[in-house]
T-cell receptor, first 109, second 115 residues
Framework: GQNIDQPTEMTATEGAIVQINCTYQTSGFNGLFWYQQHAGEAPTFLSYNVLDGLEEKGRFSSFLSRSKGYSYLLLKELQMKDSASYLCAVMDSNYQLIWGAGTKLIIKP | GAVVSQHPSRVICKSGTSVKIECRSLDFQATTMFWYRQFPKQSLMLMATSNEGSKATYEQGVEKDKFLINHASLTLSTLTVTSAHPEDSSFYIC???????????FGQGTRLTVV
């Protein structure tokens, strides 16, 4: 079966760095996405990785290793507004998105 | 980035009535639209995938006669919850993707409450 694993909840301090991991087992691979979702709102797109390596976008970076079925989202200089759920999703061979359950990130002052 | 507009954002309806939710892609042609349901503190659950001009493909366990999906044009898909019951209360989200588009763009979501 297809499976996406990510931690349920993480806590970090304002101004610090946090890494949210995601491991996956899917039928084929056409890219991995990270989305941010605030409570009661729809997800918003953060990043897309289809090749191995690190993609950096301001305070957020995303890393992919296809051979290991592994990705992480790195958030630097954390701000209170970064408190949200972070969803990892993999596009499989049928171009369908397989979603992880999301990681709730709690930022403390 | 591309914009997907979902309407209404919130709706309260009486048990037994039907509710229609619209999802529009405003600046690209959405060849494929996805409808999701999300319960509190849970991830998105794909309900169905619709391709323009053809019947939607429903995920296992989703009643196609209860959740009617229409994708008649490249810019509009609708989800109609028929004979709604309180257990249908949830957050419904659409997303759309088109040819050459590498990501799925989400609508704002619809909070449905059935009383």
């Amino acid at each position: 079966g297809q499976n996406i694993d990510q931690p349920t909840e993480m806590t970090a301090t304002e101004g610090a760095i946090v890494q949210i991991n995601c491991t996956y087992q899917t039928s084929g691979f056409n890219g991995l996405f990270w989305y941010q979702q605030h409570a009661g709102e729809a997800p918003t797109f953060l990043s897309y990785n289809v090749l191995d390596g690190l993609e950096e976008k301001g305070r957020f970076s995303s890393f992919l290793s296809r051979s290991k079925g592994y990705s992480y989202l790195l958030l630097k200089e954390l701000q209170m507004k970064d408190s949200a759920s972070y969803l990892c999703a993999v596009m499989d061979s049928n171009y369908q998105l397989i979603w992880g359950a999301g990681t709730k990130l709690i930022i403390k002052p | 980035g591309a914009v997907v507009s979902q309407h209404p954002s919130r709706v309260i309806c009486k048990s037994g009535t039907s509710v229609k939710i619209e999802c529009r892609s405003l600046d690209f042609q959405a060849t494929t639209m996805f409808w999701y349901r999300q319960f509190p503190k849970q991830s998105l659950m794909l309900m169905a995938t619709s391709n323009e001009g053809s019947k939607a493909t429903y995920e296992q366990g989703v009643e196609k006669d209860k959740f009617l999906i229409n994708h008649a044009s490249l810019t509009l898909s609708t989800l109609t919850v028929t004979s709604a019951h309180p257990e249908d209360s949830s957050f419904y989200i659409c997303s759309a993707s088109g040819s050459g588009v590498t990501e799925a763009f989400f609508g704002q979501g619809t909070r449905l409450t059935v009383v």
